[in-house]
């Protein structure tokens, strides 16, 4: 499809109801609204989030299943589908529907084009910024992880990226996966003076002092304004607590709260929470917390269209989520008077790349840093012939190949992969390059393992992860979906207590034993000390053994008790 054949489809989408114009320049003209946003108020923030080093456009497919329990059923974040598009009014078929959700994910994905990418991200940033004095941006984290380049650069490729983006404001979580002191020196180093990089929740283990500033005070258009940072609270637990064992984490409600005290104190007329908890973890907060006219939140890769407004003692809190990928940029436009946030507008902006130019200086960034290594990145290791993805609570496509080549490497009879978010998709016909499977595995912990296990502690790994992610007090939800098992079939009861939602485990038809041994192969263990051939190489060598993907059977549980509920298709 060319550029003006685009337009015309987007047109349609994006005129609100304007039908396809035969005139070339009226398609343009209308799908130019897309990102036509007018200023409002006088304090503007764009926000984007877990874009995963993804600096190039990519395909991204959103999840199918994204389930909710107890207060969550049903509601934002946890729709998918056309529950989605009715609860928000899009049209089957459009380019929102194409950006929020799996829908038609292939011919929509051929219609519409790649999303995101930096260079392009880069233009609407730039635009947006033009008609708003002083505004500012804010990286909610879970950007210098999820690439080959950037693991290889030490995330180096990133940080350039995000000074020359004009990165503001950021806090954080996969970035502790480089280590404290890496982290530190790019705050103290490059970043300094340039981006301030606050959480207000991390401190030291000793002595209890804070490691970071907990919050940035800017004056803009005349109105003092506080971005408060919250990087994730369960770092040390859901990645390996060695690579940042002198620092605590959680959520640290109570300081939060006197943050927040704190900045009122100072004039601050308008307050916002720069978040990487998750949505359901902010939803709850935003209840339990005053004070806050907005959270800017990250972690889930949610891409939330409006925001929830939530009451709390103080008044009302937006929460928001910014999606993934460098899929959306999200303008949050507050009008503050007499001292306080008086009316807001909130759009969350799909990036299309097919639409918005490359950005000259991002684009010969992107060219630079990634020139070294492209015979690498482009090493073709096989072709599909099915969509790979990995985005859903319980299994993906290329969560399904990596487990049969662990499996089958390995010579293991039950496979586990982690419920890692991250990771972008490949439509049918696709060559699988070593980039393709960088952009799933790239992390500091690569190292597989095979173990012995005895089924008691099989189901004990089941019910500890299921837990994270249905627990039904949001603050006990640690992050991540479900584990992806190879082989191990099982059912899923989300709604029932801890340690009960997991049964029928059977292996070839055969009950699993709890006393009985099994060989498990798996990868990314948070243990000290852990060593083992990188993921990469494994499920490389398995490509390339096989050079093309067929038909992939999901292995995935049998879900029960979750009738009626919006968040599976």
């Not at 380019?95 to 084009?113: H, K, S």
């Not at 005349?222 to 919250?230: R, S």
């Not at 917390?289 to 959270?295: E, F, H, P, S, T």
């Not at 959306?328 to 807001?344: C, E, I, P, Q, R």
Request: hydrophobic letters at 40%; a negative charge.
């Amino acid at each position: 499809m060319n550029r003006r054949e685009f337009l015309q489809i987007l047109a349609v989408a994006a005129a609100g109801g304007m039908g396809l114009s035969n005139s070339a320049r009226a398609a343009e003209q209308a799908a130019a609204k897309f990102y036509d946003l007018p200023r409002f108020g006088n304090v503007h923030l764009l926000h984007f989030t877990d874009c995963h080093a993804q600096l190039l456009p990519i395909y991204f497919r959103e999840p199918s299943v994204n389930l909710g329990v107890a207060g969550a059923r049903n509601q934002p974040p946890h729709l998918v589908g056309d529950y989605f598009l009715k609860h928000y009014g899009f049209a089957p078929g459009s380019a929102q529907a194409y950006a929020y959700t799996c829908l038609d994910f292939e011919q929509a994905a051929r219609q519409y084009g790649k999303v995101g990418g930096f260079a392009h991200l880069a233009t609407l940033v730039r635009r947006l910024k033009a008609g708003r004095p002083g505004a500012l941006l804010l990286d909610g984290g879970d950007t210098w992880q999820g690439s080959a380049t950037a693991l290889w650069t030490k995330a180096q490729d990133m940080i350039d990226a995000s000074l020359q983006l004009g990165v503001d404001i950021m806090t954080a979580h996969w970035e502790f996966t480089l280590g404290a002191q890496r982290v530190q020196e790019v705050v103290e180093g490059a970043f300094k003076g340039k981006i301030d990089f606050i959480a207000q929740n991390i401190e030291t283990a000793d002595f209890g002092d804070a490691v970071f500033p907990s919050y940035t005070m800017r004056e803009m258009n005349g109105v003092k304004l506080a971005v408060i940072g919250q990087a994730f609270p369960y770092t040390p637990i859901a990645n390996p607590r060695y690579m940042v064992s002198e620092w605590t984490f959680g959520i640290q409600e109570e300081h939060l709260q006197k943050v927040i005290d704190e900045v009122r104190g100072k004039g601050a007329q308008a307050v916002v929470l720069l978040s990487h908890n998750g949505m359901d973890v902010d939803l709850k907060l935003a209840s339990r917390v005053r004070g806050l006219d907005a959270i800017l939140g990250g972690h889930t890769h949610d891409g939330v269209p409006e925001p929830v407004v939530v009451s709390n003692a103080g008044g009302k809190t937006l929460v928001t989520n910014a999606g993934s990928n460098g899929k959306f940029l999200a303008v949050l436009d507050f009008d503050v008077k007499n001292g306080k946030v008086s009316d807001f507008r909130y759009k969350l902006m799909p990036v299309f790349a097919n639409y918005l130019d490359a950005d000259p200086a991002m684009a010969a960034l992107i060219d630079k840093v990634r020139e070294p290594y492209a015979a690498k990145l482009a090493e073709a290791l096989a072709v599909t012939d099915e969509t790979l993805y990995r985005r859903g609570n319980f299994n993906g496509t290329f969560d399904q190949l990596i487990l049969d080549a662990l499996m089958a490497e390995k010579e293991a009879e039950i496979g586990f992969s982690p419920g890692f978010r991250w990771g972008t998709s490949l439509l049918p016909g696709a060559t699988i390059t070593m980039e393709n499977l960088m952009d799933q595995t790239a992390i500091t912990y690569p190292y597989t393992t095979v173990t012995e296990m005895p089924g008691s502690q099989i189901k004990t790994v089941l019910e500890d992860v299921a837990d994270n992610l249905f627990n039904p007090d949001p603050y006990y939800q640690q992050g991540g979906d479900m584990v992806r098992v190879g082989g191990l079939r099982y059912s899923i009861e989300p709604n029932k207590p801890a340690g009960s939602r997991i049964g029928d485990m059977n292996l070839n038809g055969k009950p699993i034993e709890a006393d009985k041994k099994y060989k498990v192969a798996g990868w990314a263990p948070v243990a000290e000390g852990a060593k083992g051939e990188p993921i990469w190489d494994v499920v490389a060598r398995h490509l390339r053994a096989h050079k093309t993907i067929g038909k992939l059977t999901l292995n995935e549980p049998v879900v029960k008790g979750m009738q009626g509920n919006q968040g599976s298709v």
